[in-house]
């Protein structure tokens, strides 16, 4: 049974959670600080500051808060986080996994605004033990009283009202402990981590971007999407048709032609969304992939499409040349693909461009790999996150890739987390092939 926490509604609550915790940071700073004297040290300020008590105060603050806590946490660790310290990440997944559900009154009054008083007369049945819970809302089930059976997505109460406050706040606390590089400038990521929590906390945007996935997925044998109910969804509650699916990672004991099969379809579906569609869901959790065991269609099931992103032809079309480039292994053509994309300005110190230049060589490996790439033998994830560190810690460069770029690498980098889960083989270069002929040389 989950734990319920309420969340704080007001701006005025959501800061107050943060100047007690900011306070109880100082406090036991200045309590490690004297420990730490007496016993003959002289500790660092990064040491005093991020104490094992303090990364608990700070998880457990920041879990009430939900969504800017969640939203900037999920950012960070996109771009930066072979660079973030080890307290960070560990704070991160805890934030992950401990999702506090709302208590039975404040879903009561987020229901009541919705739908208005007696709305429970449209149900059979409505449970209020959350499913899910993430950073902008959480799930519920019920059945109407014409016997359907939905999934219930509800916002957390005064997210919507406190994003921006809320993502500057979290960012200067973060800020306070260390636990952001000086060396990079993440201005930019909190521009996009308000833009995005704006986006994702309007449900009726939401259920708009699902129907239209839905319209370009059509009769796909491969996969399967909830529908959604529009006079029962407004931008705070968002109703769907209920999914009856296992966790995706279920597949992790199938046999190989399946698990094969499975990310195979997932893959091309991920091309389809980035190169025929340009619209793309970025946010690649294995709780947003189901598997269709029990009425042995086998279909994945796709949910939860707040962040699915519009790709101009204009970006596309340079991430197509950027992947071309790479599968002909042409180092002029890459930089300047790269320059294109975001990656590189041409002014950019020679090493920055080389190392650059490496680094997306190896990212394209599964694609350059003429037969089936193993993904559950690959270490490419680590060798990549070791040449990144290494070349930002050498190079003292702190520029972020565009916004857009990181919502990709998001998404291709979760996929490749599932595959290598499922240990999957696939034949990358293949699937890459028909979608770039028109942008390879030759």
């Not at 590089?181 to 708009?208: G, M, N, T, V």
Request: with cysteine; net charge neutral.
């Amino acid at each position: 049974m989950r734990a319920e926490r309420r969340i704080p509604e007001t701006r005025l609550e959501r800061l107050m959670h943060l100047g007690r915790l900011a306070g109880g940071i100082a406090s036991g700073a200045l309590g490690e600080g004297a420990r730490q004297l007496a016993q003959g040290r002289r500790p660092s300020a990064s040491d005093l500051l991020l104490t094992p008590a303090n990364a608990h105060r700070l998880a457990e603050r920041l879990s009430e808060m939900r969504g800017a806590a969640m939203k900037l946490g999920q950012l960070l660790s996109m771009e930066a986080g072979e660079l973030l310290p080890p307290e960070l990440s560990r704070i991160l997944e805890r934030l992950r996994a401990d999702a506090h559900g709302m208590p039975l009154g404040q879903v009561v009054g987020v229901l009541n605004r919705a739908w208005g008083d007696g709305w429970e007369r449209r149900f059979q049945r409505f449970s209020f033990t959350p499913l899910a819970a993430a950073s902008i809302g959480q799930v519920h089930e019920a059945v109407t009283r014409e016997g359907e059976h939905l999934a219930i997505k509800i916002q957390y109460p005064g997210v919507r009202r406190s994003i921006d406050s809320d993502v500057d706040n979290v960012a200067s606390i973060l800020r306070l402990v260390r636990l952001i590089p000086q060396e990079i400038d993440f201005a930019p990521l909190l521009s996009e981590a308000k833009r995005q929590l704006h986006q994702e906390a309007d449900y009726e945007r939401e259920a708009a971007l699902l129907t239209r996935f839905a319209g370009h997925l059509g009769d796909h044998p491969s996969f399967e999407i909830p529908r959604v109910l529009p006079e029962l969804t407004t931008a705070e509650v968002l109703a769907m048709t209920f999914l009856r699916g296992q966790p995706i990672e279920t597949l992790k004991e199938a046999p190989t032609t399946e698990r094969n099969r499975v990310a195979t379809a997932l893959l091309e579906l991920a091309l389809r969304e980035v190169f025929e569609w340009g619209l793309v869901q970025t946010d690649p959790n294995f709780a947003n992939y189901r598997y269709a065991l029990g009425d042995g269609s086998g279909r994945i099931q796709l949910l939860d499409f707040g962040a699915t992103r519009d790709y101009p032809d204009t970006c596309r079309s340079a991430f197509r040349d950027l992947l071309a480039a790479a599968l002909n292994g042409d180092g002029p053509a890459i930089e300047q693909a790269a320059v294109a994309v975001g990656y590189l300005a041409p002014d950019d110190p020679r090493a920055y461009r080389a190392g650059i230049v490496d680094l997306i060589r190896d990212a394209t490996e599964p694609a350059r790999t003429p037969h089936g790439y193993h993904f559950g033998r690959s270490d490419l994830a680590r060798r990549i996150t070791d040449k990144a560190v290494d070349l930002r810690l050498k190079e003292r460069f702190g520029r972020l890739p565009p916004p857009a770029m990181l919502f990709l690498h998001r998404k291709l980098g979760g996929l490749y987390l599932l595959f290598s889960h499922l240990r999957a083989e696939i034949r990358v270069r293949d699937l890459l092939a028909p979608l770039l002929a028109g942008a390879i040389p030759g």
